[in-house]
């Protein structure tokens, strides 16, 4: 895939990895939703983690003054999402991750290797 990718998505993906996500995985999923273009799925090993890593993001998207269309859920939950309209990432613990199935609902999307995503 030759394409610019969104700073939403270099920010998460960078973020994320910092905070040292677990199973950092990238679906593109504009040919096949009309919802956004890239999904973000991550997995934090405890409530903390959850929250850290949903925070990080969140911070480094307001520095970058990126919009937040909406955010839902809580590390207690076990499933954040942050919705930047082109890119959503969701944080979930392992649990919720196996149970809800993102990559293989999207097994249609093409994935993409976040150690490819450029950082911001």
Do not use: C
Not at 84 to 107: C, D, K
């Amino acid at each position: 895939m030759n394409e610019t990718y969104p700073l939403s998505l270099r920010i998460a993906v960078d973020s994320l990895q910092s905070r040292l996500a677990e199973d950092l995985k990238i679906l593109h999923v504009r040919e096949v939703s009309t919802v956004t273009d890239y999904f973000v799925i991550a997995t934090g090993t405890s409530t903390p983690h959850l929250h850290a890593l949903s925070e990080d993001v969140d911070i480094a998207r307001k520095d970058a003054r990126i919009k937040m269309t909406r955010k839902g859920g809580h590390s207690q939950s076990g499933w954040m999402i942050l919705d930047f309209g082109e890119v959503i990432v969701h944080v979930m613990t392992p649990e919720l991750r196996e149970f809800y199935a993102l990559e293989q609902l999207w097994s249609d999307a093409q994935t993409v290797d976040p150690d490819l995503i450029p950082a911001p």
